[in-house]
């Protein structure tokens, strides 16, 4: 396995230890720090291929870390680790920036198989095309901008990668739990309407003003994207 290097900010320092040995163990390069601030310090002067922050830190908690690096575009990927396991809480940590969340405690397997996966992920994404583009719609992955007609359309990280998510399935129908998979990362309580509320903020971006409608609700199966014409 190549080395990965990994930034782990975790202020319990047993647990932090622990963590640390045992992805040196399976061949990570490791660097701990036990507050947000060094952490952040860390994260702006070195380069790192995934980051692990818990939520609770001293100083810049992990969520506000996770969006001040997003905020200097730092596009490392950032694994989540909490005890707080609800599915709002993960909500919160991945519309923050976050690609993953981890809840204490946890298999350490399967620490080591996501941290696989955000790298993996991550390597993979310059092998794609830089350009989606489904009729008059346009998705740049360099710029992270959406354009429609040559109009710059402002979107949310979530809902920028909700609609990558849709574009590079044009045409195929995708249900509510692949999204929850695929984007949010979560295995969705059924009675969550989480996932049907961001359509509609995305639809009213995209389709709102056009007479060509992109994005289609499947009536019991999910949802569409594809051009009318």
Not at 20 to 25: I, N, V, Y
Not at 41 to 52: G, K, R
Not at 55 to 84: D, H, W, Y
């Amino acid at each position: 396995m190549a080395d990965i290097k990994v930034l782990l900010v975790e202020d319990e320092s047993r647990l932090a230890e622990y963590i640390k040995k045992g992805l040196e163990e399976n061949g990570f390069s490791v660097d701990v720090t036990y507050d947000g601030q060094i952490g952040k310090n860390f994260a702006l002067s070195n380069s790192y291929d995934v980051m692990i922050f818990d939520v609770n830190l001293p100083k810049i908690s992990g969520l506000e870390l996770t969006k001040q690096l997003r905020n200097e575009q730092i596009k490392t990927p950032i694994m989540m680790l909490t005890a707080m396991g609800t599915v709002q809480d993960k909500v919160m940590g991945l519309d923050f920036g976050a690609d993953d969340y981890l809840v204490k405690p946890f298999d350490f397997l399967e620490l080591i198989a996501r941290l696989n996966a955000l790298h993996r992920r991550a390597s993979d994404v310059s092998d794609l095309k830089k350009n989606i583009q489904v009729a008059d719609l346009e998705l740049d992955l360099n710029e992270k901008v959406a354009r429609r007609d040559s109009n710059i359309i402002g979107l949310t990280s979530r809902e920028f990668r909700l609609l990558e998510f849709f574009m590079r399935n044009q045409g195929k129908v995708v249900s509510r739990v692949e999204i929850a998979e695929k984007v949010w990362n979560l295995n969705f309580d059924t009675g969550t309407n989480t996932i049907d509320v961001y359509v509609n903020f995305l639809r009213k971006k995209i389709d709102q003003g056009y007479s060509n409608k992109l994005i289609h609700t499947v009536i019991g199966r999910g949802y569409m994207l594809k051009s009318e014409i």
